[in-house]
């Protein structure tokens, strides 16, 4: 089976007008309004007035559960809700290949892999396209060979990681090869233009849906390597379940604006519904059962979604506590988010060998996908003295000196907090 031995995960920087900002500084925005602290930047200085102030948009910033995002690009400085999809689509080709090349780059290294040896290369994104593609442009770059073969997993959504798992893993253990698989999305860069009845403060269901979606999302980008030998997580299986009685309650169109966000507010409903039915079908393939899962990491596309999820499945708080931090460090970062629970859960618990994780996530379809992933190694057992080598055993985990504060590294400060 093949295992994630390493994964780094590195937010955006900040970027000004286009230009990156390298004076060290700390840029961390406060969710808006704020209790404490007053509002947050992105909501003083853009989505207050975006939406003329009106009571249930402040109300929405409020009940997020999120304190700092991140972006490529910061609204108070850039204003790309009336930018046309092609310009959007350019910019987001500027910013993926510094962001992608930062996380990709060094997870072969801390896992011990030359990027010669990297059989696939997965690129699993929904905010942005080229062509020639990032997997072309990234492989070019950090020096894959002109053999490496590449996957490209695009407009999936917020679950695309867990499916961009078990195809790569598919490819490990048929090739027996090392890859690599990149998750990048840059949400910040599809803000959409208000409306005149949102701005009158008598919202309509599709201007109370962007609302939500300009409060909750955020960029990242997160690269883990699965190789057939090293010690890690395991992935055991995978699941998939898709309502098609439902595709309309979470969409992700292409319009001439960018791309735009449909979310009902049915969404957590349907997910309990099936949530529990899809994780005892997955577990039973393997003589489980919810009480044997150590670990729990839920996509946390909402507050009211992982407690939805959690409620269903009868989990203690402890095991939602990852996926909750996860939200209100850097909000919902679409398909990397999966990853950067994993992260986090790895954090706060250390797994022992044999132990298994559940990860879930949840797309437009509606569609919830579930892999199963076992500890195949202490980490005790493969210690070595470097943070390095330790991180290694890990998945996923950023590198050295910001190992243990991905969501904060002061060398990625967030920019696009609500």
């Known amino acids: 089976m093949p295992h994630f031995t390493h994964a780094n995960s590195e937010h955006c920087r900040t970027y000004r007008k286009g230009r990156e900002r390298d004076d060290g500084t700390d840029r961390s925005v406060r969710t808006g309004p704020a209790p404490a602290d007053g509002p947050g930047r992105a909501w003083t200085g853009f989505f207050r007035e975006h939406y003329a102030d009106a009571a249930l948009t402040r109300k929405v910033w409020e009940h997020s559960a999120i304190t700092t995002r991140r972006g490529v690009v910061h609204p108070a400085d850039e204003n790309v809700s009336y930018w046309g999809t092609g310009a959007r689509m350019q910019r987001f080709v500027q910013e993926a290949l510094p962001l992608g090349k930062e996380a990709v780059a060094t997870a072969p290294d801390a896992a011990g892999l030359d990027a010669q040896d990297v059989g696939l290369f997965t690129v699993v994104t929904c905010t942005g396209y080229a062509t020639p593609g990032l997997d072309i442009l990234f492989a070019r770059d950090l020096g894959m060979t002109d053999a490496t073969q590449r996957l490209h997993i695009g407009h999936m959504g917020c679950y695309a990681a867990i499916p961009g798992l078990g195809a790569t893993s598919d490819f490990v253990v048929a090739r027996d090869k090392p890859a690599v698989m990149l998750s990048l999305e840059l949400p910040s860069l599809h803000v959409q233009p208000t409306t005149d009845t949102a701005r009158r403060g008598q919202p309509t269901a599709e201007d109370l849906q962007q609302m939500v979606a300009h409060a909750l999302f955020s960029d990242a980008a997160a690269a883990v390597v699965l190789h057939p030998d090293l010690p890690g997580l395991e992935v055991v299986d995978v699941v998939a379940r898709t309502d098609v009685a439902t595709a309309d309650h979470m969409t992700w169109d292409v319009t001439d604006l960018g791309f735009k966000m449909g979310l009902s507010p049915a969404v957590p409903d349907v997910l309990a519904r099936h949530a529990r039915p899809v994780v ?139």
Not at 347 to 374: D, I, K, N, S, W
Not at 394 to 416: C, F, G, K
């Open 280 to 418: 005892d079908k997955l577990l039973a393939r393997h003589g489980l059962a919810v009480g044997q899962v150590a670990g729990w990491a839920i996509h946390p596309g909402g507050r009211k979604i992982v407690e939805v999820v959690g409620e269903v499945l009868h989990l203690p708080e402890e095991d939602l506590q990852a996926s909750f931090d996860v939200l209100r460090d850097v909000g919902n970062c679409s398909s990397a988010t999966a990853l950067l629970v994993l992260e986090r859960l790895q954090e706060l618990q250390e797994l022992a060998a044999g132990e298994y994780v559940v990860a879930m996530a949840f797309r437009p379809g509606l569609t919830l996908y579930a892999t199963l992933l076992r500890r195949t190694q202490n980490l005790q057992s493969v210690r070595a003295p470097s943070v390095e080598k330790e991180a290694s055993a890990l998945v996923p985990r950023s590198r050295s000196s910001v190992a243990r504060q991905a969501t904060t590294p002061r060398t990625a400060p967030a920019v696009a907090a609500n």
